[in-house]
């Protein structure tokens, strides 16, 4: 059973950064993409950015470049994203979420963690 689990969740000042964590377990085939969607107040959820572990690639939304960046250290199971100039519409609960291919979508994605808060203050 894959399980995922974020933190580093927090409140922020305008223009500052954050570190979120994803420690994830389960088999491996499951965990092959490590996925960052947010969601804020009265919005659906949105595509971050993702990674594909063993070949590291990444992929980010438009608004996530230049200042998101995803990482995976798979000797500790844990994938991060990095946050950097934060601002006030980066406001939301950040969710971690694992497929087995190279999700082209939400959808794609199996599993889910419980999603850590980001606060950003103005």
């Known amino acids: 059973q894959v399980q995922l689990v974020e933190s580093g969740g927090g409140l922020v000042q305008t223009g500052g950064s954050l570190r979120l964590s994803c420690l994830h377990s389960?088999?491996?085939?499951?965990?092959?993409?490590m996925g960052w969607f947010r969601q804020a107040p009265g919005k659906e959820r949105e595509f971050v950015g993702q990674?594909?572990?063993?070949?590291?690639?990444?992929a980010y939304a438009e608004f996530a470049r230049g200042r998101f960046t995803i990482s995976a250290d798979n000797t500790l199971n844990k994938v991060y994203l990095e946050m950097n100039n934060l601002e006030p519409g980066d406001t939301a609960v950040y969710y971690c979420?694992?497929?087995?291919?190279?999700?082209?979508?939400?959808?794609?994605?199996?599993?889910w963690g419980q999603g850590t808060q980001v606060t950003v203050s103005s």
């Open positions: 979420a694992a497929s087995s291919d190279w999700a082209l979508g939400s959808l794609e994605y199996q599993y």
């Open positions: 389960g088999p491996t085939f499951s965990r092959n993409t």
């Open positions: 990674i594909r572990r063993s070949l590291g690639w990444v």
